[in-house]
């Protein structure tokens, strides 16, 4: 291990339990965490996931009017 890493581990030592146990669980969280790439790779799948479906009439689109109008009734 590097040095700031025993020190850090060190200061986290020294924490309460509680506050051990919260910053055990954001590090655990972040190790889920896509990359950048990852997420655009994610997205692609999405929309091509729903562009298939769209194509193959297994859903249907939704005009831009309506989308428009039924989000700004529901942010007023």
Sequence with gaps: MNQNIEEL???TM???IEDRATLAGKLLLSL???TPSELERLW????ERRLDAYRAGRVQGIPADEVFRRAISELS
């Design 9 to 11: 581990a060190k200061a």
């Design 14 to 16: 020294a924490l309460d």
């Design 32 to 34: 889920d965490e896509p």
């Design 44 to 47: 692609l799948d999405e929309a």
